[in-house]
């Protein structure tokens, strides 16, 4: 089976600015996890998807959304990006939750 | 509130020697993971242990589950080159079917040739 894909890798952006990221889960997985990483703070859930329904979710602003399609694949939104949004942001694909394959990551850089 | 210790935060160590990294929490988990993270990558899946005293081997890994369920150990033996990386716990807690885990900030192990 095809990993987990993230698009697109590098992003930068301008403060203000937001920003869509992309997940595909591997095929046959219902759960997409969304994770941000700073060396300061390590990995911080975001929130998690199944079945097109957020069913759990972290301590993040309203900035921060998302949303699952029908066919598994997902999507991160943030809004008015701050610097300290900078960070790698890795999606999770799981069949039931808790045994995570991870994607590369997308590195998002906000000046 | 950080839920998970994870000591050292940075370990480097020359080629064959031994090391154990350690996972630490208050909190009791139903399971606990370890995933290796390599530059410019996502963290993979190492192991996953369940019952309390538990240990498990993977080639030179031995990773073992406190009897209360609320640490973990690694133990890397004749470190190789290969498994330099950060690596992570990652404690769970069900709720049913919906799974709930939370991260430790990483060991960064450096193993040099």
């Known amino acids: 089976k095809a990993g987990v894909t993230q698009t697109p890798r590098y992003l930068i952006k301008t403060r203000g600015q937001q920003v869509t990221l992309s997940c595909s889960p591997i095929?046959?997985?219902?759960?997409v996890s969304w994770y941000q990483q700073t060396p300061g703070q390590g990995l911080q859930f975001l929130f998690e998807?199944?079945?097109?329904?957020?069913?759990n979710k972290g301590n993040f602003p309203g900035r921060f959304s998302g949303r699952q399609f029908s066919n598994s694949r997902s999507e991160m939104n943030v809004s008015t990006l701050e610097l300290g949004d900078s960070a790698l942001y890795l999606c999770?694909?799981?069949?039931?939750?808790?045994?995570?394959?991870f994607g590369p990551g997308t590195r998002l850089t906000v000046t | 509130t950080q839920l998970l210790e994870q000591s050292p935060q940075f370990l480097s160590i020359q080629e064959g020697e031994n090391l154990t990294v350690y996972c630490n929490s208050s909190?009791?988990?139903?399971?606990l993971q370890w995933y290796r993270q390599e530059p410019g990558e996502g963290p993979v899946l190492l192991v996953t242990?369940?019952?309390?005293?538990e240990v498990k081997k993977l080639k030179r890994l031995t990773f073992q589950f406190g009897d209360a369920r609320k640490d973990s150990s690694l133990h890397i033996t004749a470190a190789q080159p290969g498994d330099t990386g950060l690596y992570l716990c990652?404690?769970?807690?069900?709720?049913?079917?919906?799974?709930?885990?939370?991260f430790g900030k990483g060991t960064l192990l450096t193993v040099n040739p």
């Open positions: 999770a694909s799981s069949s039931a939750g808790l045994y995570l394959y």
């Open positions: 095929s046959g997985h219902r759960s």
């Open positions: 998807y199944f079945s097109e329904t957020q069913r």
């Open positions: 909190s009791v988990f139903s399971s």
């Open positions: 242990v369940v019952t309390g005293g």
């Open positions: 990652a404690g769970a807690r069900s709720g049913g079917s919906n799974y709930k885990l939370t």
